[in-house]
T-cell receptor
């Protein structure tokens, strides 16, 4: 199993550009999520999904869109990049059971810089 | 709502010293508790977990006991190594009926081990 994969590993954007961060998992997990990690801020949840066709907003969703057309893939779209979106982005997945999630499996991260 | 509180870092120790990282939680249901570790430049990975009161999770010399009476899940290791230098995250997943799927993470505690 490859686990959770993310591409690209690094990205530099100019203000106003758009891009998609890719995330895929091969563990057939229902739950997938996107976090951003900034110094001193811990992990902040952007969006999450509990299955194909179902997505919802997390703590900091503004400026980001997601879709979940398959169980495996959960891309994150930056609509119009801003310097405030400079961060490290992590995708995670996990099994669901009884209304909660089990162990979260994280990807290696995408380091994004917006100039 | 649910919350996880970790001791602030960084925690700085000499090699072979005893480690404790405190974690307390609040939850409305019956949570599973987790410790994740993040090495520099990587995503989070599961270190250990416990699913019910009085369970002890252990891995790589680290231990944590689920204490329902004190709502705590403190991480301990008897003799740390330089290679243990990382950021440690305490987390919970609430199994309350009708509860949110979203796991709750602490802010993370940085551990620095000197030779």
């Amino acid at each position: 199993n490859a686990g959770v994969t993310q591409t690209p590993k690094f990205q530099v954007l100019k203000t106003g550009q758009s891009m998609t961060l890719q995330c895929a998992q091969d563990m057939n997990h229902e739950y997938m999520s996107w976090y951003r990690q900034d110094p001193g801020m811990g992990l902040r949840l952007i969006h999450y999904s509990v299955g194909a066709g179902i997505t919802d907003q997390g703590e900091v969703p503004n400026g980001y869109n997601v879709s979940r057309s398959t169980t495996e893939d959960f891309p994150l779209r930056l609509l119009s990049a801003a310097p405030s979106q400079t961060s490290v982005y992590f995708c995670a997945s996990g099994r669901t059971s009884g209304g909660s999630t089990d162990t979260q499996y994280f990807g290696p991260g995408t380091r994004l810089t917006v100039l | 709502g649910n919350s996880v509180t970790q001791m602030e870092g960084p925690v700085t120790l000499s090699e072979e010293a005893f480690l404790t990282i405190n974690c307390t939680y609040t939850a409305t249901g019956y949570p599973s508790l987790f410790w994740y570790v993040q090495y520099p430049g990587e995503g989070l990975q599961l270190l250990l977990k416990a699913t019910k009161a009085d369970d002890k999770g252990s891995n790589k010399g680290f231990e944590a006991t689920y204490r329902k009476e004190t709502t705590s899940f403190h991480l301990e290791k008897g003799s740390v190594q330089v290679s243990d230098s990382a950021v440690y995250f305490c987390a919970l997943s609430d199994k309350k009926t009708g509860g949110s799927y979203i796991p709750t993470f602490g802010r993370g505690t940085s551990l620095i081990v000197h030779p």
